[in-house]
């Protein structure tokens, strides 16, 4: 039995009877000549998938980069508006 996933740019395929993996990937174009094939076996298909398993939790659990934040100036005093306009009472 085969199982086949397809995708836009490749097709992967586990063949039960003879323990393969297979990847086909295609060219941009819809043509099949330019087709190029990876078999593995099922020790190979194993370790491929234990390496893209660790690589997604990898990223999946990785802390983003924290931002930090603008720090805005006082004023020289803290009721100090710089932009207020000034009044005098005389």
Same mark, same amino acid.
């Given at each position: ?8 740019? $490749? ?33 190979? $298909?194993?370790? *491929?998938? %234990? *390496?893209?398993? %660790?690589?997604?939790? %990898?990223?999946?659990? %990785? ?25 005098? *009472?005389?």
């Amino acid at each position: 039995m085969k199982i086949t996933k397809e995708l836009k740019h $490749a097709t992967f395929e586990y063949d039960e009877e003879a323990k393969e993996f297979n990847i086909l990937t295609k060219p941009f174009g819809e043509s099949t000549a330019g087709r190029n094939n990876i078999t593995l076996n099922k020790i190979y $298909a194993f370790a *491929f998938t %234990r *390496f893209v398993v %660790r690589i997604s939790q %990898r990223n999946w659990l %990785r802390n983003s980069p924290k931002k930090q934040k603008e720090r805005i100036e006082l004023a020289e005093h803290p009721f100090e508006d710089p932009d207020q306009t000034e009044f005098s *009472f005389e």
